[in-house]
């Protein structure tokens, strides 16, 4: 039995670093209905950036975090501006491949600017540091992920759901010229929402430096997370996360009691099933428009 | 208050709106009529810079300022709204959502549930379905949304696409006499619409569109005893043949 609960309790800790991912993008696809490839690149890029700056000018951990952040944000906010925005007569596909075109030059020049060798990333919290609750471990820096997750959750819940930027938002994804019609600053809307879901993939990226840390540290996370939001219904940011932490745990019991090999495989395994059973995902509450 | 002069409005190759000018008195009702594809709906669209780059020629001046070529996001600031044809509102935000979404170029808080309060006493239906989802209100229930919506930013001058459109003409009449409430409390309106007969009840002035074209302009009443118009907007035959039907087709005489 208290195999089974560890097993439970790990997977959700594997699980919140999906959940950030996956908050990240639904954030994006809320506003524009793309899901953004370059994401889990742009965490990357945020990543290393807190790394150099902590290596090279020897900031502390606390004043690289901010500067991280705002390095995030910046990032987001202009490859919206320089990139996407450009696009001529943009349609969702176009746009993803522009995402995945992004995600590419990103990862290239990380590549190139600081190798393909694994670093270790100062981090106040050593990652083998555990603790125990009764009989059950959890790494420290599991347990402060999985709360950073749950914090974040809630603040994007609120912003979206009371703020009058959250309303802009949901107006712009809905009908952007409508939303145009209403005064609202559609481009801006975007341009924000980018930053935004940027600052949240970094934090992932952060959280998940101090185990492993090299140019495709995010690949992982970012088709994980990808897989949970698409599971919670791509527009919901609670099912994203439970999506997330869901697929943590299927994945966790799938390794100690069946199989370690193909632990990896049966996240996809389950989307296929669940997009097959309910297309709209477990959590969607899509209005589906009447003809 | 709108004066437009001469204005031309392409898509792509296609001149769709082919050298309009328009003068639109403050407190004043102006209805455009037209058959489908006259070019009615793309006039109030370069009006309000929905389409990109357009007008290509001519200039639109709203209280003395020029606002051609401009964001639809400053347009709106200034004082104009816009009900686009076929509703168009926020499917998956509440009613109250959408109303509030309306007011969002206003910062007073107090004022603007002050002024959802008055919409839910224009529409009461809107009041009782507050809290649902605009998606799942009926065609009506949303043109009456769509209409409150483009009140919440106080516009001094609303325009509307044919808002009788797919509409019962019970609905329509309650539509229209909302519309006549709005412009007493002193906004001035621009209607465009299908329903010649209810729009020319309603204005102070007319003007017919054809082929991008103001064929013909005047009061309502000249309108309304105008033969063409008679005949081709409302659907009044003046003369039959002595045999009882009609042998020829009258041509209109402004071509």
């Excluded at chain 1, 609120?158 to 939303?179: D, V």
């Excluded at chain 1, 090999?261 to 669940?274: G, L, Q, S, T, Y």
């Amino acid at each position: 039995m208290i195999d089974f609960i560890q097993t439970i309790v790990s997977g959700i800790a594997a699980g919140s670093s999906y959940a950030l991912m996956g908050l990240a993008m639904v954030l994006i696809y809320k506003t524009s209905e793309v899901p953004n490839f370059a994401q889990g690149e742009l965490a990357l890029a945020a990543s290393f950036f807190a790394y150099m700056i902590m290596e090279s000018f020897g900031l502390s951990f606390f004043l690289a975090l901010p500067c991280a952040l705002s390095f995030a944000f910046l990032l987001g906010c202009f490859l919206e501006f320089l990139v996407l925005r450009r696009a001529k007569t943009p349609n969702i596909l176009s746009m993803i491949v522009i995402t995945i075109g992004l995600e590419m030059i990103l990862l290239g020049l990380v590549s190139w600017k600081f190798g393909a060798d694994q670093k270790t990333m100062p981090f106040p919290i050593s990652p083998y540091d555990s603790m125990a609750i009764g009989n059950i471990f959890i790494s420290t820096l599991e347990l402060v992920t999985v709360f950073v997750v749950l914090a974040i959750m809630a603040a994007l819940y609120l912003l979206l759901r009371f703020s009058k930027m959250g309303l802009a938002m949901k107006a712009t994804q809905q009908n952007t010229m409508a939303a145009r019609l209403m005064g609202i600053r559609a481009n801006r809307v975007l341009n924000l929402t980018w930053g935004l879901s940027s600052v949240v993939g970094a934090i992932a990226g952060l959280l998940i430096a101090p185990t492993l840390m090299h140019p495709y540290m995010m690949w992982d996370p970012l088709l994980k997370g990808f897989a949970a939001a698409v599971m919670g219904g791509m527009t919901s940011l609670p099912g994203a996360v439970s999506g997330a932490f869901l697929l943590g745990i299927i994945e966790n019991i799938f390794g100690t009691y069946i199989s370690i090999e193909f632990k990896a495989v049966v996240a996809f395994a389950i989307i296929v099933i669940i997009l097959c059973i309910k297309p709209s995902g477990l959590f969607a509450r899509h209005y589906v428009k009447k003809v | 208050m709108l004066n437009i002069k001469n204005i031309e409005t392409y898509y792509d190759l296609i001149c769709a709106v082919r050298g309009v000018s328009l003068r639109v008195e403050a407190k004043s009702i102006t209805a455009i009529l037209g058959n489908n594809g006259a070019g009615k709906s793309t006039l109030l669209k370069t009006i309000m810079g929905l389409i990109e780059d357009q007008p290509d020629k001519g200039t639109i001046e709203f209280c003395g300022e020029a606002i051609d070529r401009k964001d639809t996001e400053e347009i709106v600031r200034r004082g104009i709204s816009f009900v686009p044809e076929g509703r168009e509102v926020f499917e998956e935000l509440t009613v109250r959502e959408n109303l509030l979404a309306g007011a969002f170029i206003r910062k007073n808080r107090n004022r603007i549930d002050g002024d959802i309060n008055t919409v839910y006493t224009y529409f009461p239906i809107l009041g009782k379905r507050r809290n649902q989802w605009a998606g799942t209100l009926s065609g009506g229930e949303q043109q009456m949304l769509a209409i409150g919506r483009a009140l919440m930013s106080r516009p001094k001058l609303m325009l509307l696409d044919e808002p009788s459109l797919g509409l019962s003409p019970v609905l329509v009449k309650e539509i229209f006499s909302i519309i006549k409430t709005i412009h007493a409390d002193g906004v001035t309106i621009i209607l465009v619409e299908q329903n010649a007969k209810m729009a020319l009840s309603l204005a102070d002035t007319g003007y017919i569109m054809e082929n991008g074209r103001f064929v013909l302009a005047g009061t309502s009443a000249e309108l309304m005893d105008d033969e063409n118009v008679q005949e081709f907007y409302l659907g009044v035959r003046s003369d039959t043949s002595s045999k009882g039907y009609q042998r020829w087709k009258r041509k209109k005489v402004w071509r």
